[in-house]
């Protein structure tokens, strides 16, 4: 899915590696099978509590809101 449409991310204004595309596009078609959301942002959202939650796990940060 994200292969087909090549340009979005230019439309945000952010670059990614095909490799990087090409990761969106499996997260997208997971997504769509499971009726959920499919676009950039939702997946972005996704990548960033992800990361989060590895970051709090690991020690990197202490999870508190600032």
């Known amino acids: 899915m994200a292969s087909e449409q090549p340009d979005a991310p230019k439309q945000f204004g952010i ?7 090409a ?3 499996k997260i997208q078609e997971y997504r769509k099978k499971h009726n ?12 960033i ?14 999870g508190e809101e600032e």
């Open 49 to 62: 509590e992800e990361m989060y939650d590895f970051m709090i796990e690991n020690g990197v940060i202490d």
């Open 15 to 21: 670059r990614l590696s095909n490799e990087v595309m």
């Open 36 to 47: 959920h959301p499919t676009t950039l942002s939702s997946i972005v959202e996704d990548a």
């Open 23 to 25: 990761m969106v596009g």
